[in-house]
């Protein structure tokens, strides 16, 4: 019999071509909308989760297909280190609680390149520091923002997949948890066969090719939304604002859609500094060492800190 299928994650790995594109496309499988899985699993405030309200948000009763599942924020919210590690542990014990036989998918992504889109992403959000401030908050600002239990910023710990491997692992089992690096998206078809075997997945239609749904901004889109960001105050929460300018929003779509159309505007790609670039190479190796360890992955192969 087939299982429910949970794919939570992480960001920046292709999260929003799987949800418009490929998993609507399931035979096999009932495609729940992510605002439907929000409202079961993130919802409910930590006290207040109720595994049968969870179960009747999610329609399971009376269905002939199983559920597919996919929204990255079970994995935790990239740009707060998924409230300090918290959010993680206890999303788990929710699904589990649900849908315990599940097949858990999480995507991952080389730490260089997935902590670029996160402050890429931070800046197309809204946000306006530079990304030496984004990486390193509590070194940069006072008070609560040193706490991270208090005022939650980014986080290189966050990144570390081993743990929230290990730990679906403990609960779902190792056959249950299937890890997929972003960078076999190279190779999109196979991928795209080797998840139908390994989660009893069967897809209608192939999305086309070239068809991914989030374009990165080049260096000088990213400083070009920068910006016009200082003239709202809006949709970040670590920022700085000048005035927050009736319109605004629109004013930030505007200069998100130039920087995406204009190609001179992104021919030069954004990269992190190369003190930054240090920090992720130290940071990381260790934490991949270990996923190796759990899972046979040409980690060194696709580029990631070893």
């Known amino acids: 019999m087939q299982s429910a299928?949970?794919?939570?994650?992480?960001?920046?790995?292709?999260?929003?071509?799987?949800?418009?594109?490929?998993?609507?496309?399931?035979?096999?499988?009932?495609?729940?909308?992510?605002?439907?899985?929000?409202?079961?699993?993130?919802?409910?405030?930590?006290?207040?989760?109720?595994?049968?309200?969870?179960?009747?948000?999610?329609?399971?009763?009376?269905?002939?297909?199983?559920?597919l599942l996919s929204e990255e924020n079970l994995?935790?919210?990239?740009?707060?280190?998924?409230?300090?590690?918290?959010?993680?542990?206890?999303?788990?014990?929710?699904?589990?609680?649900?849908?315990?036989?599940?097949?858990?998918?999480?995507?991952?992504?080389?730490?260089f390149d997935i902590c670029r889109a996160s402050y890429a992403q931070y800046v197309s959000g809204g946000g306006t520091w530079g990304s030496h401030r984004y990486f390193e908050t509590a070194r940069k600002v006072r008070g609560a923002l040193t706490r991270p239990w208090k005022a939650p910023a980014f986080e290189f710990e966050h990144f570390e997949y081993d743990r929230l491997i290990a730990h679906y692992d403990a609960l779902f089992g190792r056959d249950h948890v299937h890890v997929y690096p972003y960078e076999w998206?190279?190779?999109?078809d196979v991928?795209?066969?080797r998840m139908q075997q390994d989660l009893g997945l069967a897809i209608e239609s192939l999305p086309p090719e070239g068809s991914r749904a989030n374009r990165s901004l080049g260096a000088v889109g990213l400083a070009m939304v920068r910006?016009?960001?200082?003239?709202?105050?809006q949709s970040v929460v670590n920022k700085h604002y000048v005035i927050d300018l009736p319109g605004s929003q629109a004013l930030?779509?505007?200069?998100?859609?130039?920087?995406?159309?204009?190609?001179?505007?992104?021919?030069?790609?954004?990269?992190?500094?190369?003190?930054?670039q240090a920090r992720i190479a130290a940071h990381y190796p260790e934490s991949n060492r270990r996923l190796m360890e759990l899972r046979d992955l040409p980690l060194e192969e696709l580029g990631y800190p070893l």
């Not at 280190?81 to 998918?105: C, M, S, W």
């Not at 998206?185 to 999109?188: A, F, I, P, V, Y």
């Not at 998100?256 to 190369?274: D, Q």
Request: charged share 20%; with cysteine; proline share 7%.
């Open 252 to 276: 930030r779509h505007g200069a998100k859609w130039l920087a995406g159309r204009v190609p001179v505007i992104n021919n030069r790609p954004a990269r992190l500094s190369p003190r930054m």
């Open 75 to 111: 994995s935790g919210y990239l740009h707060n280190g998924g409230l300090h590690g918290f959010l993680a542990p206890e999303v788990a014990r929710r699904i589990k609680a649900v849908l315990p036989d599940a097949h858990i998918v999480i995507f991952i992504r080389n730490q």
């Open 191 to 193: 991928l795209i066969a």
């Open 185 to 188: 998206l190279r190779e999109r």
């Open 5 to 67: 299928i949970v794919h939570l994650g992480y960001h920046k790995t292709a999260t929003t071509w799987l949800q418009q594109q490929l998993f609507p496309s399931a035979t096999s499988h009932d495609y729940v909308p992510r605002q439907t899985v929000q409202e079961a699993f993130l919802k409910p405030c930590g006290m207040h989760f109720c595994p049968e309200q969870a179960s009747e948000v999610l329609s399971l009763h009376g269905r002939n297909r199983p559920v």
């Open 227 to 233: 910006g016009a960001n200082l003239f709202s105050r």
